[in-house]
Each structure stands twice: as structure tokens, then as C-alpha cells.
């Protein structure tokens, strides 16, 4: 119906145009022009919060995200750095550099918390166990194999830990760090307060193969940006400091 009213809108207006100025032609392109007019008019009504959404701050991806990118990305950054992850261990010494090369006024560091069941589910994951598994229901091998990991995992969150507080931001009181506890789909990079990094963790792979979203604020209505920030700005609320 709508588009039978477009086409009647533009016929009409085209042959009008037309008849005042004698001219075919000119009402063929007046008719085309309003019919257009019309239509994308019509399109914007129809999906103007999906394409709100589209424009909303979805700036890109990556299909992988090697550990060289990750001070590529870190460069822009100029006043503040918030992260969340699981043991920060695969990129600590890429950071370390970086701290040390481009001192911000502020870093944030989320880290799991160790030895917790939460670290224990996320080991089972990333084994290929699924998000509802009961992890006593498994096999004792499946068990043991995810102890192990969940056991190392921990000895790195707290090597971190060590690194980061012989660090001079964190002894200036510029880099805090504090310990969650629930399962995490995913890690996080938060730059400027105006972009996030999304690594979205897939069952059965390691964090540092997953594909990453990026996501920058808008200024004018709320996006995807704002929806991961709170949500990191909640687990950071409810972690305890390390």
C-alpha cells in the first residue's frame, strides 16, 4: 500500500509538473526525482532505529587479532585504559613497554579471580565443554584436565598481579587492578572512554584466536558502545580489590 501511494504521489506530482511547463521530459525527471524523494523518506520511517543502530558506533572487525596488534590498538589511547580478561598474561609484556613508552593518567585492570569456579568454567569452555555443563557431572579426566588448567591459569593471574604492582603507574597510584568472579564471554579493551574492544571468546579456543568487534561511543543516543561499558563498569563494582 505504501508504495502504491509513492507511485501515485510521484505520477501525480511528475504530470503536474509536466503539463505546467509543456515539457515531457521534465515531468518523467520530476516524477522519478519524488518518487525517490518519497521512498527513502518511506525507508527511513521503516527502519530508522535499525539504521540508528547501524550508525550508532559499530566501527569494525577483525576475524583474528594477533598479539602484535594489540599495541597498534593500545597507541590510541590518551588519557585512560580499562581491560578484562582472564590473566593478562599472553599480552603482559607488549603492555609493560607500552606503560613504560606512553604513560596515561589512568589504568584499570579487570582480572579473574583465582582458584574460583568461575576460572573453572571458563577453563571447561575453552576446552569445548558447553556454558551449561555441571562440571562434577563430567568425566574424572574432562575434571582433572580443567583443574590443571584452572590451577595455571591461576599461577599466571598471579604472576600478573606480581608484575603489575612492581609497575610505576600502579605504585603512583595511576593503575588499579581488581579480581571478578563470574564466567566472561569475552575480553575487553576500553580506550578514552570512546571505544571498546570486543574479543569474543568461542568454545573450545583459546582467547587470543578470537575475532574482535569494535564499537566507538555516539554522542547523541545510546549504542553498543554504552551497553558493554556498563556492563564493565558493574564488574568492576562488584570486584574486590586485589
Given at each position: ?7 501515485i ?6 504530470a ?10 521534465l515531468?518523467?525527471?520530476?516524477f522519478?526525482?519524488i518518487?525517490i ?14 539504521m ?28 585512560s ?14 603492555f ?16 579473574m ?14 576446552k ?29 593471574i ?27 564471554p ?5 580506550l ?6 570486543v ?15 569494535i564499537?566507538g561511543?555516539?554522542d ?23
Amino acid at each position: 500500500r505504501d508504495l502504491l501511494v509513492n507511485f501515485i504521489s510521484g505520477l501525480a506530482g511528475g504530470a503536474i509538473v509536466g503539463i505546467s511547463s509543456g515539457k515531457l521530459w521534465l515531468g518523467l525527471l520530476s516524477f522519478l526525482i519524488i518518487v525517490i524523494v518519497i521512498f527513502a523518506f518511506w525507508l527511513w520511517n521503516k527502519y530508522k532505529r535499525m539504521m540508528k543502530l547501524i550508525l550508532s558506533g559499530n566501527a569494525g572487525y577483525y576475524y583474528s587479532f594477533d598479539l602484535e596488534e594489540n599495541p597498534k590498538v593500545w597507541q590510541e589511547a590518551k588519557g585512560s585504559f580499562y581491560y578484562l580478561g582472564i590473566s593478562f598474561d599472553s599480552i603482559m609484556e607488549h603492555f609493560r613497554r607500552w606503560i613504560e613508552e606512553n604513560p596515561l593518567s589512568e589504568y584499570r585492570i579487570l582480572l579473574m579471580k583465582p582458584n574460583s569456579l568461575a576460572l573453572k568454567m571458563q577453563e571447561a569452555f575453552q576446552k569445548g565443554h558447553d556454558l551449561n555443563a555441571i562440571l562434577e557431572n563430567l568425566p574424572l579426566e574432562a575434571r582433572e584436565a580443567i583443574d590443571s588448567a584452572a590451577e595455571a591459569t591461576s599461577q599466571r593471574i598471579r604472576g600478573s598481579l606480581s608484575i603489575f604492582k612492581n609497575t610505576v603507574p600502579y605504585k603512583e597510584g595511576r593503575l588499579k587492578i581488581r579480581l571478578y568472579d563470574e564466567f566472561s564471554p569475552w575480553w575487553v579493551y576500553i580506550l578514552d572512554d570512546r571505544k571498546v574492544y570486543v574479543g569474543i571468546l568461542e568454545k573450545g579456543k583459546r582467547g587470543i584466536e578470537s575475532p574482535v568487534v569494535i564499537m566507538g561511543k555516539n554522542d547523541e543516543y545510546a549504542s553498543p558502545f554504552d551497553a558493554f561499558k556498563n556492563n564493565w563498569e558493574r564488574i568492576w563494582q562488584n570486584a574486590i580489590d586485589a
